[in-house]
Nanobody, 129 residues
């Protein structure tokens, strides 16, 4: 069974940092573009960041640019989201998603969750004092 599993969420104070991880079972991630999305209570799902299969291209939502960094370690079948300078408005359930890498998808990989085939169950991030 193909699964994505997120980890690393938790409670952190404003200005703090967390590092999320997205791992896979049943398949290897090295041919997949990976996206991170989040959904806060009462709000629509929002794209956060994405990275191409090689890691050569990354994208970010304006709301996290300069604070979040996406990276991948294909040898360990894991994609990371380093989140710094966290704000209360970053509070949400964070999901990773995977889609087979294809030319032309990169321009959609942050904004369009519909291109992704596999989704994880999510990890809660709460930013509060």
């Amino acid at each position: 069974q193909l699964q994505l599993v997120e980890s690393g969420g938790g409670l952190v104070q404003p200005g703090g940092s967390l590092k999320l991880a997205c791992g896979a079972s049943g398949f290897t991630l090295d041919r997949y573009t990976i996206g991170w999305f989040r959904q806060a209570p009462g709000k629509e799902r929002e794209g956060v960041s994405c990275i191409t299969s090689s890691g050569g291209s990354t994208g970010y939502a304006d709301s996290v640019k300069g604070r979040f960094t996406i990276s991948r370690d294909n040898a360990n079948n894991t994609v990371y989201l380093q989140m710094n300078s966290l704000k209360p408005e970053d509070t949400a359930v964070y999901y990773c998603a995977a889609t087979w890498s294809q030319l032309g998808l990169f321009r959609l990989c942050v904004t369009n969750g519909g291109i992704y085939k596999y989704w994880g169950q999510g990890t809660q991030v709460t930013v509060s004092s």
